[in-house]
Every structure is written in C-alpha cells, then in structure tokens.
C-alpha cells in the first residue's frame, strides 16, 4: 500500500506520546522517560525531544521528581468539552428562570487561551435594560466583573496565561490590582467573597459576576447581570444574590 505523503509522523509520535502519558497518569504519578521510550519504541534521545516540545506547548507537565503529566492544555480541552456538552445546553433554563424573574441581562463567559470568551449574552426583558454586548465594547478585559471573578477562581497556572497575554492590569483599569502582589491580594479577596461587583453610583451601570463551578470543584466560567444602577436597591441586590446562588448550586450538580 501507497504511504499517505499528508501524513506528519512527527504529529503521529507527539500524539502518542501524549496518549501513553494520559493512560499512565491514570493509574500512576506519571511516566517516566525510559518507559515511555519503551513504550512507543522511539530512541530516548527522540523521545525527549517530542516531550520537551509537548511540554513548552502546555500539552505535558513535569512533576517535581521529573516524572511527565498531562500538561494544563489538557485541563483546558477537557473544559471546552465541558462547556459545549453541558454547561451551554445546562445555563439556558437558569437565564431563562433569572430573566424572568428579574427582568435584567445577562453574560456567560469563560477562559480560553489566556483570553476571556464570552459565551453568550442574553438581554432582559425590563423596559430599561442594559444592552450586555454595548456595555461590554468599550471596557477593558480587567475593568470586567466576570473576568475579576474568573481570575480568582482560576488555577495559577490560567491565572499566570491570562497575565502573560494581557499583562497586569494597569491601573486605569483596576487600580488595587497593578502589581503582582496587588493583584493576587485582589483575588484572594474576591475568592473569599465568592463575587465581583461593580457599582459606580445612581445614572449608571450596576454589574456583578458570579463563578461557575462544576461537581468537581472547578472553575468553568462566570455568569455576570447588567442592569441600570438606578434601580439596584438593597433588597433586589439580596433577591438577585440570593436567586443566582442557588441556581449556580443547582447546576453545579449537573456539570
């Protein structure tokens, strides 16, 4: 038979390579170098060359006895799996529910790629409503509640990505947070509390976010609420707090 001239061996041998990883880490601490030569059949000095490459990819890890892991990559393809089969389809009855109940509007977001993603936006069926997406356009990736609270529930790995894209908030943006150890005091503060909020006074925009955790205690994303701050009074604020933390619980249990 003919070889396929599209076929990249070099493809071929990374992949699984990163298939044996994956299959090892399931029932060990990893792999080690020599076994995942062996494994494959590949020269050592070839396999940790594929490896290494892996590795700067984010694809493998390193334990700290050198041992190779699923790198965060991984963590993230599982994730994008996640929102798609689940969190998408599980989120439309709770906006839905929130909508109706209170009128305002909505985001969902997510990290990717060192990026904030917004999933969707949903608008409220108040007479004055926020316009989610118009809100959103003129502000900056760290002046957003959903990325703040994103942020804080982050692994460090996703947090130390987001910074090497964006870099530290400058302090036009997020002047508590502009230096590392601002920055990480801000989020450990916002993680404690469980949301960000952003409330600039009467005549304009209220907003808050809240994270979106699975059943495995990961962060998948956030879901943030526009609405005019006029109307934002203690009680509602309590109502709307109360009514989207325990849908949030709810849906926990389904992701």
């Known amino acids: 038979m003919k070889e396929d001239t599209a076929i990249v061996k070099s493809v071929l041998k990374a992949l699984a390579a990163l298939d044996f990883v994956l299959e090892k880490s399931m029932v060990s601490r990893g792999a080690g170098l020599g076994e995942i030569a062996a494994g494959l059949d590949l020269q050592p000095t ?146 404690k509390t469980g949301y960000a909020e952003y409330y600039p006074g009467k005549g304009e925009i209220y907003a808050a976010a809240f994270p979106i955790i699975d059943n495995e205690d990961k962060s998948v994303g956030a879901l943030g609420i526009y609405l005019p701050a006029f109307r934002m009074t203690p009680d509602l604020r309590s109502r709307i707090f109360e009514s989207i933390l325990l849908k949030l619980s709810h849906l926990r249990k389904q992701l």
């Open 46 to 191: 070839n396999t940790r060359n594929i490896l290494k490459t892996m590795e700067q990819a984010g694809y493998i890890g390193r334990t700290a006895d050198r041992l190779y892991i699923p790198g965060p990559k991984c963590e993230a393809m599982n994730r994008t799996i996640l929102v798609g089969r689940q969190l998408i389809p599980e989120i439309m009855p709770v906006l839905d529910a929130l909508i109706a109940e209170f009128g305002e509007s909505f985001v969902v977001t997510t990290l990717f790629g060192g990026r904030r993603k917004v999933l969707m936006w949903r608008k409220g069926t108040s007479p004055i409503v926020v316009e989610t997406q118009n809100a959103e356009r003129n502000c900056k990736t760290y002046q957003l509640v959903t990325t703040r609270i994103m942020l804080a529930f982050a692994p460090a790995y996703e947090q130390e990505n987001f910074i090497a894209f964006n870099g530290l908030p400058p302090a036009s943006d997020w002047a508590e947070a502009d230096t590392p150890a601002k920055l990480k005091h801000c989020l450990e503060n916002l993680r």
